[in-house]
């Protein structure tokens, strides 16, 4: 079957270092996708993984190990805005987005 | 630029009535999708067209209706709402389905069915 886990809500400081995880299991694999998604609002692309590795972006790194079924997404620096729920989702052998339930991620000052 | 705008922007319906929910994009992208958004759930796909004049049924299609007449439009019909569809329903482009692009959403259409 087919299964995304990623934890519901997460709390952090402002300024602090945040790691998001997920881990899946999916029928064929092409990449794994993280979503911003603020409070009422659209989902935002942030990170697309393939291969296993660290890719950095920014204040935002993703990190992939295909042989774990699992990734995480790292958050630095982390600022008021980044209050928001990080969707995980990954691509099937259908090229369909298959998603997590997203984490809720609350910053506190 | 605008991306993809859906209207309406949330709508309270009654159950048994017939709704359409409306998507556009400016993107000229060939791939276009709904999905419903539930609190503890994934985005479920309901139905998707890889590129005009063709569509797909997604993960939860049953009780919705899509149509692709050109590039930039996919409306998602109702035909008889019924409770179990009130949800936030978002649409969203890609430049092409069957590769790994990127898919871009709209603003999202809040339905609540009574």
């Known amino acids: 079957g087919q299964n995304i886990d990623q934890p519901t809500e997460m709390t952090a400081t402002e300024g602090a270092i945040v790691q998001i995880n997920c881990t899946y299991q999916?029928?064929?694999?092409?990449?794994l996708f993280w979503y911003q998604q603020h409070a009422g609002e659209a989902p935002t692309f942030l990170s697309y993984n393939v291969l296993d590795g660290l890719e950095e972006k920014g204040r935002f790194s993703s990190f992939l190990s295909r042989s774990k079924g699992y990734s995480y997404l790292l958050l630095k620096e982390l600022q008021m805005k980044d209050s928001a729920s990080y969707l995980c989702?990954?691509?099937?052998?259908?090229?369909?987005?298959?998603w997590g339930a997203g984490t809720k991620l609350i910053i506190k000052p | 630029t605008a991306g993809i705008t859906q209207a309406p922007t949330s709508q309270i319906l009654a159950a048994g009535r017939s709704m359409t929910l409306r998507c556009t994009q400016d993107m000229r992208h060939n791939a276009m999708y709904w999905y419903r958004q539930d609190l503890g759930l994934g985005l479920r796909l309901i139905h998707y067209?890889?590129?005009?004049?063709?569509?797909g049924k997604g993960e939860v299609p049953d009780g919705y209706s899509v149509s692709r007449a050109n590039t930039d439009d996919f409306p998602l019909t109702l035909a008889s709402a019924v409770p179990s569809q009130t949800s936030v329903y978002f649409c969203?482009?890609?430049?092409?389905?069957?590769?790994?692009?990127?898919?871009?959403f709209g603003p999202g259409t809040r339905l609540t069915v009574l």
């Open positions: 999916t029928s064929g694999f092409n990449g």
């Open positions: 989702a990954t691509m099937d052998s259908n090229y369909q987005l298959i």
């Open positions: 067209s890889n590129t005009a004049g063709t569509t």
């Open positions: 969203a482009s890609s430049e092409s389905q069957g590769s790994t692009d990127t898919q871009y």
